[in-house]
Nanobody, 119 residues
Framework: QVQVVESGGGLVQPGGSLKLSCAGS????????IGWFRQAPGEEREFVAQ????????DYADSVKGRFAISRNFARFTVYLQMNSLKPGDTAIYSC????????????WGQGTQVTVAS
């Protein structure tokens, strides 16, 4: 079925920007809502943002509203997460998941990409 691979993470200073990519393959990636999540050491995974299958509807966690932007490129089977004004609290492993609306769940998780915000 669908597989996803995250990329674009790295080390960035506070206030900096980073753009993550979630590339899908092996299935109907473009037919699903795609979400970005993050998990810091010792913390539970938390929702960051999602974009609908149409690309027209987006949703963000309150902690990232106004700073992050999610989008998708259907031709490239890729969902992006543009992260601006990064804070140390944004440090985490960022993963994307494929929405399974019928079961109200997320599936097909990738391995994640590390984002570290530090001076």
């Amino acid at each position: 079925q669908v597989q996803v691979v995250e990329s674009g993470g790295g080390l960035v200073q506070p206030g900096g920007s980073l753009k993550l990519s979630c590339a899908g393959s092996g299935g109907t990636f473009n037919d699903h809502t795609i979400g970005w999540f993050r998990q810091a050491p010792g913390e539970e995974r938390e929702f960051v943002a999602q974009v609908s299958s149409s690309g027209r509807n987006t949703d963000y966690a309150d902690s990232v509203k106004g700073r992050f932007a999610i989008s998708r490129n259907f031709a490239r089977f890729t969902v992006y997460l543009q992260m601006n004004s990064l804070k140390p609290g944004d440090t985490a492993i960022y993963s994307c998941g494929v929405g399974a609306e019928l079961t109200n769940s997320w599936v097909y998780w990738g391995q994640g990409t590390q984002v570290t915000v530090a001076s």
